[in-house]
């Protein structure tokens, strides 16, 4: 909403088509080849995500890696020289988080063994991939 104040009177296709346009620009303003990469990366994904909303049905949201690749001292990100740092109150949150997430694997795990429920492969697939996520963030924010 700080970024774009806007958002609830716009569709979702018209964010996205601006997102797209933002982008763009951004890739074709910088020197910097880093940042022409990251801008034209996420000008790709917001244009797939806008041909998703259009077709209807599911959205998958395909991140490239040059959106998940810190870009150091890069303005508008996490990684500005302006940034405010991790504070230890913020890798206590995100400890919470996978302590949270792993005490749910566990008790599905727990639940499924001893026959409370039936098959609950798929549930403990996708819980373990979104602890491993927020176990990557806590190493990449709190021991980067």
């Known amino acids: 909403m700080s970024v774009q104040p806007n958002v609830r009177d716009a569709s979702a296709l018209d964010l996205t088509v601006q997102l797209v346009q933002v982008n763009e620009r951004a890739a074709g303003a910088s020197s910097d080849a880093r940042v022409v990469a ?30 998940l690749t810190p870009i150091p001292g890069m303005e508008g990100t996490p990684w500005a020289a302006n940034a405010p740092h991790v504070t230890a109150s913020d890798c206590a949150a995100i ?7 792993r005490a749910q694997v566990g008790q599905a795990m727990h639940e499924q063994m001893t026959g409370i429920h039936e098959d609950q492969s798929s549930y403990l697939l996708v819980r373990e991939q979104q602890c491993h996520r927020w176990e990557e963030a806590y190493v990449a924010y709190c021991h980067g």
């Open 38 to 67: 990251l801008s034209r990366a996420s000008a790709v994904y917001w244009r797939d995500l806008h041909d998703q909303l259009e077709r209807g049905g599911p959205i998958v949201a395909h991140f490239p890696k040059e959106m």
């Open 95 to 101: 400890a919470e988080h996978v302590r949270l997430c």
